[in-house]
């Protein structure tokens, strides 16, 4: 079985300052790997995800994520952030071998960005 | 456009009733699912479905029930048999392994 580990469960960060979301994954076989955020009372939203190929993963709204193989690692990052990217944001895994395609979710991370 | 709607966006239940959420999909996929969202537990998979009239257990299916009769819909009912209904209720659908998933915009249900 795999799992999804959010190391940061709030992140506060000042508008225009970068920030890193970290997550970390556990699995025997090859997953591919989601990030999404989460605005309040709203369902989810698929920022990026990789497959395969470039280990760096371009998404919408400027975030970027790299995939380290090694260190079974998928982190989130924007180099500058807006009021607007506060929300909740998870990480999620699926295996390559699960024709479901079924997602298992990281508990989390909340960033609060302050002006 | 193409989506998924969660209908209703809030519904209140007294101790004791089954309440359904209703979830539909216009996006053609085959494989549904009903996560529930409690504070800082992330999203827990109650059911899912890839086809019509087939469905399976997520991790915490005691308490509710499915059915799809329809590709494009695929409700959620409470039972008063789920001790702690009270929480955010997440469908989404998948058109398969990779592609990740589309979700609607939730249903918030509250136990009076």
């Known amino acids: 079985a795999q799992s999804v580990t959010q190391l940061d469960s709030q992140v506060p960060v000042f508008e225009e300052a970068p920030v890193e979301l970290r997550c970390n994954y556990s699995?025997?076989?090859?997953?591919?790997l989601f990030w999404y955020v989460q605005y309040p009372n709203q369902g989810l939203q698929l920022l990026l995800k990789?497959?395969?190929?470039?280990?760096l993963v371009k998404g919408i709204n400027g975030f970027e994520a790299e995939f380290n193989k090694s260190q079974t690692s998928f982190h989130l990052r924007k180099p500058s952030v807006h009021i607007s990217d506060t929300a909740e944001y998870f990480c999620?895994?699926?295996?390559?071998?699960?024709?479901?395609?079924?997602?298992?979710f990281g508990a989390g991370t909340q960033v609060v960005v302050t002006p | 456009d193409g989506g998924i709607t969660q209908s209703p966006k809030y519904l209140f239940r007294k101790e004791g009733q089954n309440v359904t959420l209703s979830c539909e999909q216009n996006?053609?996929?085959?494989?549904m699912y009903w996560y529930r969202q409690d504070p800082g537990q992330g999203l827990r998979l109650i059911y899912y479905?890839?086809?019509?009239?087939?469905?399976q257990k997520g991790d915490i299916a005691e308490g509710y029930s499915v059915s799809r009769e329809k590709k494009e819909s695929f409700p959620l009912t409470v039972t008063s048999a789920q001790k702690n209904p009270t929480a955010f209720y997440l469908c989404a659908s998948s058109i398969g392994v990779g592609s990740g998933y589309t979700f609607g915009s939730g249903t918030r249900l509250t136990v009076v």
């Open positions: 699995s025997s076989v090859s997953v591919y």
């Open positions: 996006l053609n996929h085959d494989a």
């Open positions: 999620a895994v699926s295996l390559t071998t699960d024709s479901w395609g079924k997602l298992q």
């Open positions: 479905s890839q086809i019509v009239n087939d469905f």
């Open positions: 990789y497959l395969s190929g470039s280990t």
